[in-house]
């Protein structure tokens, strides 16, 4: 067994919740006894290979064995172990030649339902919570080789199936005979559907044999050699033919016939964790067949198919309908959503490539009780003022009497806090002496053996009002032609829970039928409807509740709305209309809605075009109660509508038809000036003009040109025609004529326009005067000049040249002012000028050319600021202190050392002198804004001292002369540098018992590109001295190579680019215990049955002891701890020889004044199962493999130290004689 698969790693761990199934398997082939004499009897059992045999330990727990193996059995009260065998199957013990032998035969007649006549199936494992080994899937069907190996009689077995004793293998077989839970057979429900199976082929047999004439005795029936086996499921019977088998598979293959044979044997689920409303199921997958072949020599083992499995539940009995609740391809599921105390029938049936097998015989279940659902809130039966009656109805038990209901209210409080106020079996409850009018909750809870129900929705409940008081009278909210709405208030005193109805009374004016009901409800408002308009109505409310009505309110009188009146009748025009207005008259409306009319409304359509299209807007023209009207200002010549409707207290009337009214004509308005058409010419001008704006309602016809010659007070007339230009010739050059127009219609002439004057012929004027130059400023100048003769044309325009030198003059103005003002001059500087003119006819000469001379001024502005480098703030201040030291104190020593400045507080300019603009230079004055101007000498750099460190300075320089202070330099900004920067805080954020991780500042752990803050941190050393660990932007570092439980003494300083800062405070920190080493992997030897283990020894740490702890695994389950002290080796006795262990140790600081430190644990080592031989070695070969067996004994640690020592020393004398021989001589 050696090369096998060991069990312990075959086999499946079983969670504590899914038991073992209940019905183990008989063992895969009939085992062989040996030596039946003595007083233990020993059985060999052959696993052949694809297949599994299953045992019971005899510490309770089940272990899975595949094959191919051997397993040894013994018993030790010389009885022969249990072999269970399945149902219609019987085992028979035959002893030959001193060899027990136990054959697993068909019985000749099975009933079923019974149980085995030998032995009962055994139960689950007796502890549900230990764990134990779920067998092999194949393990629970029964596999194909029994059923054709048994069926035909009791024949020898094979040779080769009876081995060897080895009495150093044995396992104890433990024998139990208990049956089932609740006393039921394992296989009773699948007998049942067996036995029908078996008298429906039974029968088929029959009739065949009475056809055929072939006979068969009354026994069980033999199958054929060659006829496929029957399905597990089919075989629990008598198993049937093997023809009838064939005809029922006939339309598949072999591959399907063999798969729907697997899939027919899935047995019935195993139910456990049953809950109230949920159970856990769990199956095992089919087991192959014996028609499925077993590959050849050479062959690959085909797959594994994929199966899918559907779980069905039925609540109304095994034969009810069935409902599925789960399909997959898992091997469990989780039933929920049950009903307590209800029996359940659950089956499942496996499907597979399309195929699909009958469900499993149904294993039954019933779920536990529980406490009552949440029953209905309680209701009201009956009240009173100051009780209540209350009823409820009984909920769902699940499956246990109620006993007793709770009732909580909250007492009248309307706060979430209930009390109990009954407690009974009872299914109403009366409360009394309660307050009239309150609003009390209640809620009720069930209450049965197995509990106290969830409590069900707090309802509200109210005790009963006394009579309402009388309400007030009603109000009217809205009056209408058809309906009036009103509305009225809650009676006074009223409290807000008692519900209160109103009755709405009414009774009209003369109707002498009294008060009528129109409205009965809760609302506090009604809208009354279907009344007359114009009619006075009375109103009066009556309130009620339970206990009764109230008096009627006072009674209120209201009047609905009139109706709008008809339009107004006999539209028409009095009189002539005019040019400009017309008089419009028309009579009263037939019918004013039962109201007078308080106004009329006229309107008149503005659309001038005559069309009159549906949205044209109309424009209100009169307003009042006269029925006629005049509309003015209107235009002549067009077409108006004009429409009327009246007002009254009922509204507006509709509108009269549209009347149509036209206006006579006028003559045509003022038209617009005349104007020249392109350039006038010396002796001809070609006016145009456009139509008048207003032609006073009739087409223009002609239009007459007047034109008024040079200094003539009266004109003539010059042009009369239908056209919009004409051409007027016979005019004097460089003359101003006056033009003036007037349209006619048919109404006549309408006036002139304005008068248009022209202009004809204009020449060149001639040269100006030389300018007047009056200097105002240094840098502003005043040129003035007179007009020159025109020549017939208005001078336009003048251009000014202006310039330093004579040849070089400049265009400065060009417009049509007879004076120009220059800015932006340069103090004392020449400048020439001289002006021209120009007009339409061209351009004039030049005047003659004028000299003159500006003014002297105050500086320029400087233009150009420099900030002073470090270098030369240190030269300047140098040559100024030996200045000072010559001037002050001549006999002081000039080797002193300068006056180095701070960049703090300090800041150099340098600059460049700008123009003097005639007066020289004699000081600067330097702004820095909120400080106090400095004032200078005629010098271009200074130093600023005193300022205040990282503080940014706006600055601006200023020049004086004698004439006064130029304007400032452009302002800019110089920055001191900062102050050295102070410590930051120390802190340890990690620490290890031999390195410290220390963090400092609030920035990221590593340096960033722009970071100018740089840090130097250091440490004390053992004599005192503090050595520097990191310097650096970073903001964290880690401090290696340091000693277990020693403290360590830090400080930190910080530095930029003004300079180093100070140190911190020392900050002090201790790093923690180490663990101990790892150990290496302990040593193992098997000694019979016994194991001993060593590992190696670790001195103290620090006078600490170490004590060590070792831990086993056996099989695939978790690590133990079998030992724990100061010893370096353990012995572990009662090993079991077919499971496989592990060991792993550590080492445990023991600290005198801290709890322990465990270190890490060493690799595992295995200790595998012994190998045993094979069945066919003789027992001359048994001791050679014995031997061969026993473990080869390793180096020691101290052994492969010193063979390591003593091949570097043979290679060390080597080497020395090679260089002794090869570089000396």
Request: aromatic share 8%.
């Amino acid at each position: 067994m050696a090369d096998h698969t060991s069990p312990l790693e075959s086999g499946q761990l079983l969670s504590p919740d899914i038991p073992m199934l209940t019905s183990p398997p008989p063992p895969p082939h009939p085992p062989n006894i040996v030596n039946g004499d003595g007083p233990q009897q020993v059985i060999l059992v052959q696993v052949n290979p694809g297949e599994a045999f299953t045992i019971q330990r005899d510490d309770g727990q089940f272990q899975c064995i595949t094959g191919p193996a051997q397993v040894p059995m013994m018993s030790p009260n010389g009885s022969v172990p249990q072999i269970y065998v399945p149902p219609g199957y019987v085992q028979q013990i035959i002893e030959e030649n001193g060899v027990r032998r136990v054959l697993v035969l068909p019985q000749t007649e099975f009933h079923p339902g019974g149980h085995s006549p030998l032995h009962h199936p055994p139960p689950p494992p007796p502890h549900a919570h230990l764990q134990a080994f779920i067998p092999h899937p194949h393990i629970m069907h029964h596999p194909a080789h029994l059923y054709s190996g048994m069926a035909g009689g009791t024949g020898d077995m094979n040779a080769q199936y009876i081995s060897q004793y080895h009495p150093a293998h044995t396992t104890i077989y433990s024998e139990q005979d208990t049956h089932q839970p609740h006393g039921r057979a394992a296989f009773a429900h699948r007998d049942e559907r067996a036995s029908k199976t078996y008298e429906r082929l039974q029968k088929k047999l029959k009739e065949r044999q009475g056809v055929g004439g072939g006979g068969g005795g009354g026994g069980g029936l033999a199958l054929s050699k060659d006829s496929p086996p029957p399905s597990p499921q089919k075989s629990r019977g008598t198993p049937p033919t093997g023809g009838d088998l064939q005809n029922g598979l006939g339309e598949l293959d072999e591959e399907a016939k063999a798969l729907q044979e697997r899939l027919n044997s899935i047995c019935k689920p195993v139910v456990t964790d049953i809950q109230a409303r949920g159970a856990s199921l769990s199956w095992l997958a089919p087991l192959r067949t014996e028609s499925d072949k077993e590959p050849k020599e050479g062959e690959e083992i085909p797959s594994e198919p994929s199966f899918t499995y559907e779980v069905s539940v039925s609540y109304n009995g095994k034969d009810g309908k069935y409902k599925t609740t789960y399909s997959g391809v898992e091997l469990s599921a989780t039933l929920q959503d049950l009903r307590p105390a209800t029996d359940y029938h659950v089956r499942v049936h496996v499907m597979c490539n399309c195929l699909q097998g009958v469900p499993s015989e149904p294993v039954s279940f019933t779920t536990l009780s529980c406490k009552p659902d949440t029953p209905s809130p309680p209701r009201k039966a009956s009240g009173t003022k100051s009780s209540l009656v209350l009823q409820w109805k009984a909920p769902c038990d699940n499956g246990s009497k109620i006993q007793n209901y709770i009732l909580q209210w909250d007492e009248g409080k309307g706060t979430s806090v209930f009390e109990q106020c009954y407690y009974g079996p009872q299914k109403q409850y009366r409360l009394t002496k309660l307050l009239p009018a309150s609003r009390y909750s209640f809620r009720l809870a069930a209450k049965n053996d197995m509990g106290v129900s969830e409590f069900s929705e707090a309802v509200p409940i109210m005790t009963s009002c006394s009579v309402p008081a009388a309400p007030q009278n009603p109000e009217l909210v809205q009056p209408g032609v058809t309906w009036l709405c009103l509305r009225w208030h809650r009676p006074a005193g009223s409290p807000k829970e008692d519900d209160i109805s109103y009755v709405l009374e009414m009774e009209e004016e003369g109707s002498g039928y009294g008060f009528q009901a129109s409205y009965d409800g809760d609302e506090l408002s009604h809208t009354v409807r279907n009344l007359h308009r114009s009619t006075t109505y009375r109103f009066r409310v009556i309130a009620y509740n339970a206990e009764g009505k109230s008096n009627p309110s006072p009674v209120s009188e209201f009047t609905t709305a009139p109706d709008r009146p008809t339009c107004p009748c006999r539209l028409s025009v009095k009189g002539k209309p005019h040019p400009t207005s017309f008089r419009l008259t028309w009579d009263p409306p037939k019918d004013n809605g039962g109201s007078d009319v308080t106004k009329y409304v006229a309107e008149l359509s503005d659309d001038l075009s005559g069309t009159f299209q549906p949205g044209s807007s109309w424009n209100q023209v009169y307003s009042g109660l006269a029925m006629e009207c005049l509309c003015d200002g209107l235009s002549p010549g067009c077409s108006y509508q004009a429409r009327v409707h009246c007002i009254s207290a009922g509204g507006e009337s509709p509108m009269t038809e549209a009347l149509q009214v036209q206006t006579p004509p006028v003559p045509p308005g003022p038209c617009l000036p005349p104007r020249v058409v392109g350039k006038p010419k010396a002796r001809e001008v070609q006016l145009r003009w456009a139509p008048p704006l207003v032609d006073g309602g009739s087409v223009v016809s002609s239009y007459s040109v007047e034109m008024f010659a040079p200094q003539a007070e009266e004109g003539r007339e010059v042009y009369q025609g239908s056209e919009l230009d004409c051409t007027l010739g016979s005019l004097l050059p460089g003359r101003t004529y006056g033009f003036r127009l007037r349209a006619a219609n048919k109404a006549g002439f309408g006036p002139f326009s304005e008068r248009s004057d022209v202009t004809t012929g204009p020449g060149a004027p001639e040269a100006c005067r030389p300018p007047h130059v009056n200097c105002k400023s240094p840098t502003c100048a005043v040129i003035s000049w007179e007009a020159p003769h025109c020549n017939g044309a208005a001078v336009s325009e003048y251009r000014l040249e202006w310039g330093a030198a004579e040849g070089s003059m400049q265009i400065c103005y060009t417009g049509a002012a007879l004076s120009h003002e220059l800015r932006g001059l340069l103090p004392a500087t020449s400048y020439f000028c001289r002006v021209q003119a120009l007009n339409a006819a061209g351009v004039g000469p030049f005047s003659d050319a004028v000299l003159c001379q500006t003014p002297c001024s105050v500086p320029a502005a400087v233009s150009s600021v420099h900030a002073l480098r470090e270098s030369e703030m240190r030269v300047e201040s140098r040559v100024t202190e030996r200045v000072e030291d010559e001037e002050e104190e001549e006999e002081e020593d000039e080797e002193a050392s300068p006056l180095l400045y701070s960049p703090s507080t300090c800041l150099g300019l340098r600059w460049e002198a700008p123009c003097s603009h005639g007066a020289e230079i004699m000081s600067y004055l330097i702004d820095l804004g909120e400080r106090q101007p400095i004032l200078t000498g005629p010098v271009t750099k200074y130093i600023i001292q005193n300022l205040q460190p990282d503080t940014t300075y706006r600055i601006r320089i200023q020049a004086l002369n004698s004439l006064g202070a130029g304007p400032f330099s452009h302002t800019f900004k110089l920055k001191t540098k900062p102050l050295p920067p102070l410590p930051p805080r120390l802190e340890c954020t990690a620490s290890s018992h031999q390195t410290l991780r220390l963090k400092w500042g609030d920035g990221p752990g590593k340096a960033q590109s722009t970071d100018s803050l740089q840090y130097h941190l250091q440490m004390e050393d053992k004599i005192g001295r503090f050595i520097s660990l990191y310097k650096g932007p970073c903001h964290t570092h880690k401090v290696q190579r340091l000693n277990e439980s020693t403290s360590y003494t830090f400080r930190i300083q910080a530095f930029n680019e003004a300079g180093e800062g100070p140190f911190s405070t020392v900050y002090t920190f201790t790093t923690p215990r180490s663990p101990p080493a790892p150990l290496k992997a302990p040593r193992v030897e098997r000694v019979d049955e016994s194991c001993e283990v060593n590992w190696e020894t670790l001195p103290p740490m620090k006078g600490d002891p170490v004590i060590y702890c070792l831990q086993c695994m056996q099989g695939n389950s978790e690590f133990k701890q079998i030992y724990k002290g100061s010893a370096t080796s353990f012995q572990l006795p009662s090993l079991s020889l077919s499971t496989e262990y592990r060991f792993r140790v550590c080492a445990i600081r023991q600290c005198q004044d801290a709890p322990e430190i465990v270190g890490p644990y060493s690799s595992t080592v295995i200790l595998l199962p012994p190998r045993v031989d094979t069945p066919g070695a003789s027992s001359a070969t048994g001791s050679k493999a014995t031997e061969a067996q026993k473990p080869k004994r390793s180096l020691t640690d101290e052994q492969f130290s010193f063979l390591i020592i003593a091949l570097l020393a043979v290679t060390s004398i080597l080497i020395a004689v090679a260089i002794q021989y090869f570089v000396i001589e």
